[in-house]
């Protein structure tokens, strides 16, 4: 990224009045000295030179954990994230016997702590570098499409292999701007993590799929973790003998809690946003994809209640499947109704055209960005030709028990590669992940639901028009020429399900070892069709590379022009999340979500009485509710503003998926709170930041200390934090 | 009721000061005097004497409307009132060509108006007296319950029978405070009313039943109405001829409308309120009345939904007893809801323990108002041991078509009588009602569905223990002597459905005019199981008579002792609801429903255009939003703090059911509002008044008057209003 102007944006700054905007941004750490001005106007009393040091405190105190983000809280490798990121570590260790998920968990001394999750690990990350110019730097400009892509990903996995090649640690390299910059980040990745403490599962997720991104909210979305190093310092797998890893620096719990109005900081890994795509993209999103997602979702809830209304069993199968497609509904309607409240493909439209313009008076620049618009525009019509052929194909392809054909058929294919060359995902360093998902598949499936599902979805691909099908499908599914209906679905679904064993897990994990040969040949129905699809796939990931080669030239172009108008206006450019620390400030601040309704930016103990009506999710734990009633311990924790122990808050940090978890600080550097959630009005800020209404979701570090200290007894973490 | 003792009063008023306490109260008229401290610390600019003359202005504009409230609003006769009140005489004049409920409608000229629905009523109260001494002055102490009721009942229809002897108008007798008072209430009838102006149903109804008790509100609940009178200045039926009437005084509208706490007074016919029950009656509300309610809907509106979901013709047949079921519904389980907010059977206990308390400390009474308390609580326990017989046989004889059969033979019976000794509601005053009872069934009947209800009305009958069944019914149904499960419902329904007539309205109009002894010998299976059922019927009419001839010496002994136990802390005592003209005071006021959230007390234009989704109930006209989104002419209707014109507004006034319609007016008396709804959160209030949230909610005559001029035209009526 080009030099921010300083005096241009002092200018900007000075205009604009220090509260006059919700600060949008998931800045990069090394951009923070740019903001310098900015963060002192909003309270922050660090130098914002300390923010920018990933190695250094606090930074180096924030971690990335499985999809979530943690930090550590004390010197002996002990961390803080949400219940929901430990939720896993919990359920490991819960049986009938001895439910930790609903009772909880405090392990009175270390040698208590529970191992976590055998797939969970901790990422420290201690190394960040810039590979520009190693991974793009010498690509010709006229190279095409799939051989820029092959170009792009070959440096990648070079560069990726050299940095993991001494062991413990994981390497990756992001792309930021759509291929603008790249960059290496090392991580130190430990094994050896153990469960400290996690409040009941009806504090850690009072409030459920009910309140999943709604505010007011009352969870005490927080617990403890430790991570361990072998007696060597170095990072190992579980072992009795292992010590505390010693962080090099860990963040201190504030004593003195937020405010309204006061500065926070969120420092993590968010996952993905898509705050510089077009108008046409917006429109894309609104008219097609998440309308479309919607509909397949309620088809597969549909099937799902109707294929396990009497079989118990196959309900709990079932029940993550239910819980993330109401998830993920209510995510993909939030952005629907996000887009409503704004003109969204309006405003994309005004920004290209102030980009434009700007452009223009630059002489020479306006032809190249109406150039570069029109050749990103192209390619989106393009991809667009065939999003309902490679959308259904795709929920074809990746889902159930087929999907797990695909996947054993695909790696079958890789594997008769170099490592080297190998699809991202199928590489060796892939296998442990890759075999435990095929373990896992068992828990989660039933024959007669999916193949309820597949059928719901080879019946949708067969409703498309004949150019955005597939000979090879069409033959499988008995589709004439003249585009007629699948003949006999039910009796080609009865053999395909009769004739394959991949619901058996030994076998799924046999046919992960086997060659391609060996699958070819096998006598399995499902591998079967896999086999017959593979070139379906391995075609559209040629289209896919060839046109992602082609964006990789045209994105960066564009991002280019928007950094540098956004120079001229002395406005800085963050990049799209990507999964790569960041940092974001605002303000604690409620909001209006509609007319005649204000939200306050801090909800009370006394709201989770009132919300308990004993039935799931609102079931708070007896103990919980009479420390409340009888208002015990309140003193320390109280706000005055609110006069009770503040549990959630709102800020109007900028934050997405992968955040969870994160460590909010206040101006000083000190831990307030955990982000856990967005708000259902901020969804569609993925795409376009609404300040009105974009708020983040943080439990109070005074109502996790309230609760360690009155309700769980778990005195001693609070003491190891130095309270 | 006594006097109170003004010096206490004062001082308990001083002691609180003005705004310590939201003002609680549905006071008669006459009360308003003792009242003019407190009302002339609210805002109160009229003499409080004002308000105590029910035949002089502003409390002679005020006039019952149907089962709603309107008032005069010039002197011409024109009155307003809500659409939801006006919505039968909008119907009864659309047409698929000329849809008026659709597309609203306006009088351009008085010979434009159109008539009302034929048995729409104006009721204008012109004369009230107190006739406790004639009705219960001369009743012996020892006077068994069945007598009393007798006594008391003859005593009441002599003094109706002598007050609409004149005619033209209509006469009833009000119990105040459980029969410690009667009053006669004599109102001029006029019969000739006529449509003049009404907003777009989706104006009118705007949110319709999904906003129903809900705030935020952005309804344009009024219409517009016209009282006529024969050319001698009676009251006569619709005709050309007619002139209209010229009411003694009507309501100005005021031009500066609301803010936030300014004061605001409602008159109105409130229905019913349960405020003086005892805590063993609210018990009983919570742990059964209620639930039971909800219960039986739930099933009664799953059984509509199955019973027509293939049939479009039944289901709208139905349409108006699934609005109303869901209505109950959630005016039911928000009683519940309510109740759980507080400790409504503590709060209750805490009062009657006071109240002996008091009663204690002045020697004799102490034991005179245990013993009151106590047989009141013997008299509802011996209710409560028949409450499920009594609550299952009422489904079941008052309901569909075997209810109708069941008054059919009802009304024989009673016609074997003296018109003056026949049940209300058997006299021939109540003929043209029941008449049109009769003919409308047909609208909403359907046998499939009607059978259906029956059938689990009947499942639910025969599961009641033996001792809370009857013999005859028991008998119909085929239960054995040993309890066992009707033998045969199926068939016996349908031999039921197949052998009656009554689903023809031509033979229920026929048996409505038959003698006792035609009934008797009809060959109709529905009048032969009425036939069965009357004795039951009678034989629970008798025991309830002698119970409320007990109850009406005791709850009159209980009020006496509540009213001179206020009186001593200098607190007046208001009756319960009981659809007379009662006046209630307070402030526009917002609330918090729950922790973190904040309800401001203006709605505003924008709210609308941030609702309308295009889909109803939520499809405001085209018209209405592009006036909106213009902001045309919001200058003379513009709210400063909300800077729009204010659409609904709250108030913490004490209203309930009745009130619809009910001129809402500023300290000078003058119109600033039409109170159509109350907030979920306070239905609970009916029997226990909660000031933290029970909220009136009021349509903004500024809205109206913004409607009016800007999107409908209606200047004329403006003028009209003298604005």
Redo the contacts between chains.
């Keep these: 990224m080009r030099p921010i102007l300083p005096a241009f944006f002092a200018a900007a700054l000075a205009a604009a009045g220090p509260l006059a905007h919700a600060d949008e941004g998931m800045w990069q750490p090394h951009q923070m000295p740019q903001l310098a001005d900015l963060l002192k106007a909003r309270g922050l009393q660090l130098e914002p030179e300390a923010l920018s040091e990933l190695t250094a405190h606090p930074l180096n105190a924030v971690i990335g954990f499985g999809f979530c983000t943690a930090s550590f809280v004390s010197p002996q490798g002990l961390l803080v994230t949400n219940h929901h990121c430990a939720l896993g570590s919990i359920q490991y260790n819960s049986t009938p016997e001895r439910n930790l998920l609903r009772d909880g968990f405090l392990a009175a001394t270390p040698a208590d702590e529970l191992p976590a999750d055998p797939s969970m690990r901790v990422y420290v990350t201690d190394e960040i570098s810039e590979v520009t110019e190693r991974i793009v730097g010498e690509l010709p400009a006229d190279l095409d499409g799939r051989a820029r892509f092959d170009a792009i990903d070959a440096a990648g996995k070079a560069l990726v292999a050299d940095c993991e090649a001494p062991g413990g640690v994981r390497c990756e390299v992001y792309t930021f701007h759509g291929g603008l910059q790249f960059y290496l980040i090392r991580r130190l990745e430990l094994r050896d993590v153990r469960l400290v403490h996690a409040p009941a599962n009806a504090v850690g997720e009072f409030g459920g799929e009910i309140d999943n991104f709604e ?2 909210r ?1 969870t005490g979305d927080y617990s403890f973790m430790r991570a361990y190093v072998g007696a060597d310092g170095r990072p190992a797998d579980h072992h009795a003998d292992n010590v505390p890893y010693q962080p090099k620096s860990w963040l201190r719990v504030a004593r003195d809690g937020l405010a309204e109005n006061d500065f926070v900081m969120v420092a993590g890994y968010p996952g993905s946003t898509n705050r510089y795509r077009l108008a046409s993209e917006v429109r894309d999103a609104i008219e097609w994809l998440y309308p479309t997602r919607v509909e397949v979702i309620d088809e597969t809830l549909s099937i799902i209640a109707g294929e396990t209304a009497d079989r118990p069993d196959a309900a709990i199968r079932y029940a993550g499947t239910v819980a993330s497609q109401k998830n993920g509904r209510k995510l993909f309607q939030g952005h629907l109704d996000g887009f409503a409240r704004i003109d969204a493909v309006g405003i994309k439209a005004a920004e290209e055209a102030a980009l434009l313009g700007w452009a223009d008076r630059q002489g020479e620049r306006g032809k190249q960005a109406r150039d570069t618009l029109a050749a990103l525009n192209a390619e989106l019509a393009a991809a667009a030709a065939t999003r309902d052929r490679d959308f259904h194909l795709g929920q074809i392809g990746n889902g159930g028990l087929l999907g797990v054909a695909v996947r054993l058929r695909r790696q079958a294919h890789e594997n008769s590669k170099p490592d080297a060359e190998r699809e991202l995902g199928y590489q060796e360093r892939d296998r442990p992940r890759n075999q435990a998902m095929l373990r896992q598949f068992e828990r989660r499936f039933d024959p007669q639901v999916d193949r309820a599902l597949l059928a719901a979805r080879l019946q949708r691909y067969a409703a498309l028009p004949a150019d955005q099908r597939t000979t090879e499908l069409d033959r499988w599914l008995g589709i004439g020429a003249d585009g007629s209906a699948p003949a006999d679905l039910a009796r080609r679904l009865d053999a395909l399900y009769a004739g394959t064993g991949l619901g058996d897990t030994d076998q799924r994990l046999h046919w992960f070892a086997a060659s391609q040969e060996q699958i070819v040949a096998a006598d399995d129905t499902m591998l079967k069709l896999a086999d017959t699809l593979l070139p379906v796939i391995l075609r559209l990931d040629e289209e896919n590379k060839a046109r992602s080669g082609r964006m990789a030239v045209l994105r960066p172009r564009f991002m280019q022009a928007m950094i540098d108008f956004r120079a001229a206006e002395g406005r800085p450019v963050y990049p799209d999340a990507n999964n790569s620390l960041r940092i974001t400030f605002g303000r604690v601040r ?1 909001y209006s979500p ?11 103990l ?2 989770i009485n ?2 308990h009506s004993g039935e799931e999710p609102f079931a708070a734990p007896a103990d919980q509710l009479s420390a409340i009633a009888e208002g015990r311990g309140v003193g320390p924790y109280r706000l005055a503003s609110i006069d009770d122990v503040p549990v959630n808050f709102l800020s109007d940090v900028d934050t997405t998926g992968g955040n969870s978890g994160s460590p909010t600080l206040n101006g000083r550097g000190e831990l307030v709170g955990l982000l856990f959630d967005g708000n259902y009005e901020s969804l569609a800020s993925d795409w376009i930041y609404n300040p009105a209404v974009t708020r983040s979701i943080h439990v109070d570090t005074r109502y996790m200390r309230w609760m360690m200290e009155q309700v769980d007894g778990a005195g001693h973490l609070l003491r190891e934090m130095g309270l």
Excluded: I, L, N, Q
């Design positions: 505010w007011p009352h409620g509609r007319d005649a309704v204000t939200y306050a930016p801090f909800t009370r006394a709201g009132e919300k």
